[in-house]
């Protein structure tokens, strides 16, 4: 069984105070992988939603980038559009986790309770989403410690950085530490 998981593509990344035009423009690849999983595949799709609360700035990551974003039921902290009409089309098969910082500490268990109730055994986990550098680049390590026999796949296609060049850096970095970039 394989996995999708859709890192952040909400809105502040995309179009909103943290945006740009790489990672608006991943969009439509984005929709199509997860349109196609989702009919290829009974397995669900995880997806991730950065969320803070008003309090923000006075948190450790506010400090280090004082840009609110992601506070929770903002237009910024929604999925974009195309997405979340995807996502509201599969409610049975679509899991959100909420995560306050860029790994999301739920994702492990989260996985590990997909391959209980599917029944199967994991031999893939593959991510997407924004921003290569900072939130894919961590669930994916974060992802290696807790599976270390399970591939994990990053699809360079459908993600996007802070620029370019971080981009390629944490796909170079990924590769290193033996996550498989597509
Ligand atoms: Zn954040």
Known sequence: MK?????????????GVLGNGQTAAVVPAVCEKVR???????????????????????????????VTHCIKDSHGWQLD?????????HPERAVKIEKGT???EGLP???RYISRKYGG???????????TDICVISNAML???FFPEILITVDSSCCAGVT????????EAMKMCHISVI
Request: some cysteine; aromatic content about 6%; glycine content about 4%.
């Open 36 to 66: 196609r999983y989702l009919a290829e595949s009974k397995a669900p799709l995880i997806y991730t939603m950065d969320t803070h609360a008003e309090n923000y700035l006075s948190t450790q990551e506010g400090r280090n980038l004082p």
């Open 109 to 111: 268990e989260c996985v």
């Open 143 to 145: 992802l290696k410690a």
């Open 121 to 131: 055994e994991i031999e893939e986990i593959e991510l997407v989403g924004v921003c």
């Open 164 to 171: 370019p060049q971080s981009h390629q850096n944490a796909l």
């Open 81 to 89: 559009s195309r997405l979340k009409a995807i996502t509201d089309g």
């Open 102 to 104: 860029f790994g999301a």
């Open 3 to 15: 996995i999708l998981i859709m890192i952040d593509m909400q809105n502040d990344f995309l179009t």
